[in-house]
């Protein structure tokens, strides 16, 4: 117990505190960091944050899917979150006849609210620090076996806290494994599609606006959850009912001014600003060009196909929105984090780490082992990439690849019948999202940058030999006719050949698939050289991370110091503010329904607007959304907020506990936050909530929604 309580020492101190940095845990609120929360302007008590014996607002924050964070803002369990949360079960519910994507959509009664089919929400019920049961299983663990007997005794702790409950439980490992907490959630499967503006709205600006700031987006979306007859969780059924919350947020249109508190909780996804100036290097100089070269290519083909026909741009919408949206952040990574000097910031981190480090047996060796583990791994990195990014970045190069499983169940003498039927039924997934003129582009493309980009000693043994049938392997058009006939000739795409061999599995058959023997090749090659290579590295910088850091606490005791996220409830403070990225530039903290209209552009892919929405501006019919000082519709405001992904769809929330935004992006200026934060530049970009209440009643008319939140003017 003493161990336990020194971390949460360390965790609580704030001597060095900077500006609005730190994802709290809002279950281990230290007084000082509550005193500086009071101190910007929070009016409520700790117990009204978070309580495990009342209810508290922690009961209206909810995980929304696999990655999203969302809120309850009524007595009727209604949710909102971010229009790029919801963004595939609406185009789930979406048509060419009923294109809510395109078109926006809003239920007017309970029972036009739209199944999400496969979609949940978990509200998480408690914390517990489990860190003595955890060590005490991974006692004399070495670092390559260590992460599977933390899987075991992370399984036996769940059983036994979770049995008999209906609750479900993760694990998490804090300041990279020297803390371990069990968080519990409660997860519900009835979840409906209640409303979403149309596209124009909530991606407004696309591509060209995602990470930038002045922004003008009307990220929202707006869901509900449902229960069984006896308000617990349920399985979609026509008569389920609405949840009745044990706390909902309030929803404040007073409106924001420079400097008001500003709190955001949420579900921060990953962050690893302990990482070393080794992690550091091998992002810049391999990682994130790989992966920004290799998207770029699948991003420009799926485009020119999605520009083509409405069809294919609600097919690849939510694909492409996923794979554009990190494209475009770690190329900015990159590059603030080599303009800020992060890379030396942390060597010199590091220099007084080894200092301290000399004479301590447990510590000493710590950087002369990150040292040798990089030296050995960094040669490999590159075709790790290049296999994920790039040949399994085709969406039929992923789908055959898959087909791995059902071969091993052939050979091994496994269970045949169900592989295959799982196969048949991935097939039929993949089909129906697949756009074979983008896809044989991005298969031709990557299959020759990575014959150009890797050395030739790490590609898999005679397949490019067996390419020259086709031209010369210098030349593009060898690559665009290989994949064309590897296109034409497999049989994941003709019906006969598919049934023929899945009604009777043969592993030779599968194996002189074209599309197959293409995606195994490269797996293959990949498994049997340099997994085991990365799987080594991997465990050995997990344990040297968490020696460094436990060394760190050591050196630095009075250091403040907050867990990495990892998709655990957290909670961060700060301001709304303004700021100035550059020399002679200065941005303001909101953005108005004027500057939308100065964006808008007819008919163009990512600056249009939906009918009704222009003259609404025009007339400046706001209702009771208009910004008092501005005479105007605020769209959006930044705050100082320290969040990350996962933190989309987080409740903004001021100082007296009610909704006045939802976070949905940062500032490119700050894209290097996920490994160091920057207390000058750091914005959280929010939709104001005025503007989605204005988007939700006066542009889409549907006012019952409106009555259904508890509003403070």
Known sequence: ?????????????????????????????????????????????????????????????????????????????????????????????????????????????????????????????????????????????????????????????????????????????????????????????????????????????????????????????????????????AAYAAGNIPLKPKYFLPVSIKGVKENDYAMIFGYPGGTNRYETSLGVKLKIDVENPSLVNLRDIRLKYMFEEMKKDPAVKLQLAPSYAGIANYWKFFDGESKQLLKYHVYEDKQQQEAAFKKWAAGKPEFENVFPQYEKIYKAWSPYAKVRMYLMEGVLGSPLAAFASSLGALENAILKKGDVKAAAAAADAARANFLKDENKPSDQKIMATTAMMYYTDIPKDQHPVAFYEGLKSYGDLQDEKTYRTW??????????????????????????????????????????NYVGK??????????????????????????????????????????????????????????????????????????DYEFDLPPGYVDLIKKKDFGQYAD?????????????NDITG??????????????IGLAFDGNYEALSHKLQFDKNLNRTICVDVRYVLWCIDKLGGAKHIINELKIVK
């Open 1 to 233: 117990m003493k161990k336990n309580l020194f971390l949460l020492l360390l965790l609580l101190s704030v001597k060095l505190v900077r500006a609005d940095e730190g994802m709290w845990m809002p279950y281990l609120l230290g007084q000082q960091v509550y005193a500086d929360m009071v101190k910007k302007g929070l009016k409520l008590s700790k117990e009204q944050l978070y309580s495990i014996n009342k209810s508290s607002m922690k009961d209206a924050i909810i995980i929304f899917g696999g990655g999203c964070t969302g809120e309850i803002v009524s007595n009727q369990g209604l949710i909102f979150t971010n229009h790029h949360c919801g963004y595939g079960a609406i185009a789930a519910a979406s048509s060419m006849e009923h294109n809510y994507l395109k078109d926006g959509f809003y239920a007017q009664s309970r029972a036009q609210e739209i199944p999400a089919k496969g979609l949940s929400v978990q509200f998480l019920v408690r914390v517990e620090d489990v860190t003595e049961k955890v060590e005490a299983a991974l006692k004399d663990a070495t670092a390559t076996d260590r992460n599977a007997k933390l899987q075991a005794a992370s399984a036996e702790i769940i059983s036994a806290a979770t049995a008999g409950t209906g609750y479900e439980a993760r694990i998490n490992a804090m300041f990279k494994g020297n803390q371990y907490l069990m968080f519990v959630y409660e997860r519900y499967k009835d979840i409906r599609l209640v409303g979403t503006p149309p596209e124009s709205v909530g991606k407004f600006g696309g591509d060209t606006d995602n990470w930038e700031w002045p922004r003008h987006t009307g990220d929202f979306s707006v869901f509900r959850v449902y229960t069984g007859q006896d308000g617990k969780p």
């Open 628 to 640: 008092a000082k501005r005479k105007d519709l605020v769209v959006g405001f930044i705050t100082s």
């Open 646 to 659: 996962g933190n989309s769809g987080s409740p903004v929330i001021n100082g007296n506990g009610e909704l």
């Open 530 to 603: 340099y997994l085991p290579l990365y799987t080594q590295f991997t465990a050995e910088n997990n344990e040297l991370g968490r020696l460094y850091l436990k060394g760190e606490m050591q050196r630095s005791p009075s250091q403040f110091r907050y867990p990495d996220a990892n998709f655990t409830m957290r909670l961060s403070y700060g301001q709304v503010k303004s700021y100035s990225p550059r020399d002679a530039v200065a941005y303001d903290y909101v953005t108005t329904a004027t500057g939308v209209l100065e964006k808008y552009v007819p008919g």
């Open 483 to 524: 994949a064309a006939a590897v296109f034409a000739n497999t049989m994941i795409f003709n019906d006969a050949k598919w049934q023929a061999f899945i009604s009777n599995p043969d592993a030779t058959v599968l194996q002189d698939d074209p599309a197959y023997a293409y995606s195994s090749a490269f797996v293959k």
